[in-house]
């Protein structure tokens, strides 16, 4: 090839690249849209062609599918604002009492006995732990209301993601072959295997990570239910379970989520509640409020998770080696936050098949 039109397809590409770049932002929520529904396509999508099968009309199965699952999303979400609500509300109650104050004051008064003399001022007088409290209170009713105001925008982005699933999953098969008819018949066969390859790894990882992420949620359910027979007084047992095992779909960060409601929630409840203040772990450790005790059930939860149910569920979906997948996940996370996060592995797996095929065909094209 000519080295002047090397040079005029490589700043081609830098220009392509650099508007590309500049007019991502203005088509991301679209993109994120579409990824959303492409993923729920891949969750939904054997479940619906086994429906199929069974009823004989496609469009019954996804009706089917999609209903009972926004069906339990709506109950779940129901009941987990209305029980959020009553423990908010309990808290409020409880903080108004005299009794309230003077359990906090003497809280106040038994931890500055216990450090050391220089620590003295980090911990505030019982009336300021009070307004604290208070102010805590006002923020989470604060945060609850800019969600309730921004609620109509999440339901009509919610809603356009499953109009576009529920169109992928009727029109998916129709959809697949018309894009099969676009690849020359000289590359029909690795285009059909590498559309093959990436449904296969997209699939595996996220059918994978849905049941690592169930094992988290029952583990942690069950550890928090342990912890309430010793005395821990946690509330909102099976939310706080279901919100780690969720969380635990984002690598890294999402397993340190799960804890901080449990424990939050445990010192809003034991507060006043000297048995509780004064808990040694195995009898040995002072743990009050049974904060050690949580943090080592989630530690616990994510060694079995880590060690013995991804490997397991999950075993070799993506084939990344660690070091890039936590490069991966740093690039993820820097680009777009938690979502870059949780998408970062199965986009690369994707990349990595492509790659894989692209080097195949470089190596093999005199036999094209």
Known sequence: MDPLQKIYKILLFVIVSFLGWIILPFFSPLILILIFSFLLTSVFLQSVDYLEGYVGSRTLGVVVVLG???????????????????????????????????????????IKLLLPEFFNNLVPDGDKVILMAKNFLVNIFQNILALLGSAGNFIFITFIVLVFTIILLIEYHDFKRSLVRFIPNKYLEIGLRTIYNIEKQISKYLRGQILAASSV????IVGLFILN?????????I?????????????MVGPFIGMVPAILITIMNNIGNESAFSHYIFNIIPSPFFILDIIL????????????ITP????????????????????????????????????????KVLLREIIFISKNSHLL
Do not use: R, W
Request: avoid cysteine.
């Open 239 to 251: 939310f706080i379970g279901i919100i780690a095992g969720l969380a635990n779909l984002i690598p």
């Open 297 to 308: 059930m989630f530690i616990v939860v994510q060694q079995i998770d880590n060690n013995f």
């Open 312 to 351: 397991i569920v999950i075993g070799e979906s993506v084939g990344l080696h660690p070091m890039i997948v936590m490069i991966v996940l740093i690039i993820g996370g820097t680009l777009m936050g938690p979502l870059g996060m949780l998408f970062a592995i199965p986009a690369t797996g994707v990349l």
């Open 68 to 110: 009972l699952s926004v069906s339990v999303g709506i109950l779940f979400m129901g009941s987990f604002i209305n029980s959020l609500g009553i423990q908010i509300k309990t808290f409020s109650n409880k903080i108004q009492k005299d009794n309230f104050a003077i359990a906090v004051e003497n809280l106040s008064t038994e």
């Open 217 to 220: 949620a029952i583990l942690s």
């Open 229 to 237: 027979k010793v005395g821990a007084n946690i509330t909102l047992i």
